[in-house]
């Protein structure tokens, strides 16, 4: 029988997902603590995993000429005043040491004739990443952290004698085993989710999407089983993206200052921040670009006609770093280098790197779980952490550990709940029914694409079209003990489906308690399309009571206590 055996180890700081924030977790405990056992379970392999498996070619929160505290009033604006400021504020402080310190690890960074970083803008500069996440994962392997690859985490496992979490259920692919890991401190580092919403490519091409396609959620979906507070799911994230390849446009318009035209070559995102008299946000250069569709003037473009043969080389070789499919076709012609590169909107996504949906968490990244820290895109209330912001997160929620060392109890999980979630792992692999996980998969994403707001539909939605989500989202559940596994992979294809659809359903409730548009195409309602200040400034907030998605609201200052339905302090 497959998943048959159990092997049970036994750690001292166990690290859930070893990319961005997990990786340098580990790195950061044990230099500063070298005889702490330190555990990392990756679903995949850590050389190449999660958001930087391909690489990337600028550190996009670093601070040039600019504080902390202008950081924070800047990422405070980009989002329409709804943010953690104190966890923003923690990760600016911290931004540009967490640069150097990558620096020192190996991954190299171009230097002007100043000796200084290359800026793209005031917080972000290049980097020549396209290594980054083997050199993480050499460090790691160089300061003696233990790593189970292939091994994708399914349950948080609590105390015997309190409702600490004290360990997790994983199951390792390759060698058909469950793994049972027991540690006294737990830290989330399972990045975002994509594939809740339809891929803009099909078939074979499904997974050349821009948030990592295989981030499922799962860290997200475990806290939620577990009863963790989660925050701001219905800030979904929307990337404005080259289409096809999906590459990102930072590369573009930072890095080269090309203009976004429309089909008739205007440059409409110019045109409206002269209009403004302002700097446009992120999700207005969105919403502008699916506005020129919407009036008939798409596609839209970036118009790299300007570029001479040294930027365009210079462009290719940035793109190398990071998105490298798209170089095929930028250079599928070298006589004559491409005047316009089409971009479009991607599928939504829940991140809390560039956006600030994921559990909630206070200064020090501890969860609402007794024993459980979240860091990097997997953690809420602080958008455009990006990379640095990752990093930063982890030594945050690393030095609480530590600093709480000796308050940790040794860990003890009752067999019985041991054995229920290897059960549970096995379930699909015995059940006779006949839905795989593609049709599972397929027939969320149209849910999701059609009522919940999806790029077919221009992000928009209403109460009317999430009332008809919610209800075939519920049934779509409890088909659950029809999808049927075969082997480790498609078990872990099944878990991942499934968890995807419990964080589908937690989305929906999010998006219907938000009854006003606050962040355009991220979140959009249709029925009530414009910001209310007065009513939802504020932060939605979730938990799961047994099978029940309770929605709660929080105030938007600290300690955001509570508040009534009235929008009262509770
Ligand atoms: C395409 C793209 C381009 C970007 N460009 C930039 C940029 O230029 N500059 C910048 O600063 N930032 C950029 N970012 C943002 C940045 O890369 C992310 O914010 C950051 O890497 C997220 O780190 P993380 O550790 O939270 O997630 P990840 O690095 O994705 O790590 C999550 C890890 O958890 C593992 N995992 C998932 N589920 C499980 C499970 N159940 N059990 C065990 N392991 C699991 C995954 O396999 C993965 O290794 C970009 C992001 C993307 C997606």
């Given at each position: 029988m497959l998943f048959k055996n159990i092997t049970h180890i036994k750690t001292d700081i166990l690290i859930i997902g070893g990319g961005t924030a997990g990786c340098m977790a580990a790195i950061f405990a044990k230099r500063k603590t070298p005889h702490l056992d330190i555990t990392i379970i990756e679903k995949a392999h850590i050389k190449r995993s999660g958001c930087l498996a391909m690489g990337l070619n600028a550190v996009n929160a670093y601070l040039v000429n600019t504080t902390p505290q202008e950081y924070v009033e800047y990422v405070k604006r980009d989002n329409y005043d709804v943010i953690r400021s104190d966890l923003v504020l923690s990760i600016g402080e911290r931004l540009n040491r967490m640069t150097h310190f990558l620096e020192e690890l190996g991954v190299p960074f171009p230097k002007g004739e100043d000796g200084k970083y290359i800026a793209r803008s005031e917080r972000s500069i290049v980097m020549y990443g396209e290594h980054l996440k083997p050199i993480l994962a050499e460090a790691v392997a160089a300061h003696g952290i233990q790593v189970c690859n292939r091994t994708p985490a399914y349950r948080l496992l609590k105390d015997a004698g309190s409702d600490t979490v004290v360990g997790v259920a994983a199951f390792n692919i390759r060698s058909n085993e469950i793994y049972i890991v027991k540690a006294k401190a737990v830290l989330m580092c399972t990045g975002g989710a994509s594939g809740i919403y339809r891929p803009s490519n099909p078939g074979l091409a499904r997974t050349k999407t821009w948030y990592c396609p295989y981030n499922a959620g799962s860290g997200l979906a475990m806290g939620l089983r577990a009863g963790a507070e989660m925050t701001s799911f219905e800030m979904r994230f929307v990337a404005l993206r080259t289409k096809d390849v999906i590459a990102p446009t930072g590369t573009l318009v930072l890095g080269t200052k090309m203009p976004q035209c429309n089909a008739r070559d205007e440059k409409y995102i110019r045109k409206k921040q002269d209009m403004l008299g302002r700097g446009?946000?992120?999700?207005?250069?969105?919403?502008?670009?699916?506005?020129?569709?919407?009036?008939?003037?798409?596609?839209?473009?970036?118009?790299?006609?300007?570029?001479?043969?040294?930027?365009?080389?210079?462009?290719?070789?940035?793109?190398?770093?990071?998105?490298?499919?798209?170089?095929?076709?930028?250079?599928?012609?070298?006589?004559?280098?491409?005047?316009?590169?089409?971009?479009?909107?991607?599928?939504?996504?829940?991140?809390?790197?560039?956006?600030?949906?994921?559990?909630?968490?206070?200064?020090?990244?501890?969860?609402?779980?007794?024993?459980l820290y979240a860091a990097g895109d997997v953690a809420g209330g602080a958008p455009k952490k990006y990379i640095s912001g990752c990093f930063a997160e982890a030594e945050i929620a690393i030095e609480d550990i530590l600093q709480r060392w000796s308050s940790f109890q040794e860990p003890k999980i009752d067999q019985a709940v041991i054995e229920q979630a290897a059960n549970d792992i096995r379930t699909p692999l015995n059940s006779e029914g006949c839905i795989t996980f593609n049709e599972l998969e397929d027939r969320l994403q149209k849910i999701m694409e059609e009522y919940a707001g999806g790029s077919t539909q221009n992000y928009e939605t209403s109460r009317d079209k999430l009332l008809i989500a919610r209800k075939l989202l519920a049934a779509l559940s409890q088909s659950a003990g029809d999808v049927r596994a075969t082997d480790g992979h498609s078990l872990m294809r099944v878990h991942a489906t499934l968890e995807r659809t419990l964080l589908a359903r937690v989305l929906v409730e999010h998006m219907l308690a938000r009854r006003e548009t606050r962040w355009p195409c991220y979140q959009t309602r249709l029925d009530f399309p414009v910001r209310n200040d007065l009513e939802y400034k504020l932060f939605i907030n979730s938990r799961m009571v047994g099978e029940e998605i309770q929605v709660v609201k929080r105030n938007l200052q600290s300690p955001y206590a509570l508040l009534t339905k009235e929008g009262k302090a509770a």
């Open positions: 446009l946000t992120t999700c207005e250069r969105l919403q502008f670009t699916i506005a020129e569709h919407e009036k008939g003037r798409g596609p839209c473009y970036i118009d790299v006609s300007a570029l001479n043969s040294k930027q365009y080389k210079e462009l290719v070789e940035s793109y190398l770093n990071m998105a490298p499919s798209i170089v095929l076709d930028l250079l599928e012609d070298p006589a004559h280098p491409r005047t316009h590169i089409e971009i479009c909107g991607s599928e939504p996504y829940i991140n809390g790197g560039h956006g600030m949906a994921g559990f909630w968490v206070d200064t020090y990244r501890r969860t609402t779980l007794d024993g």
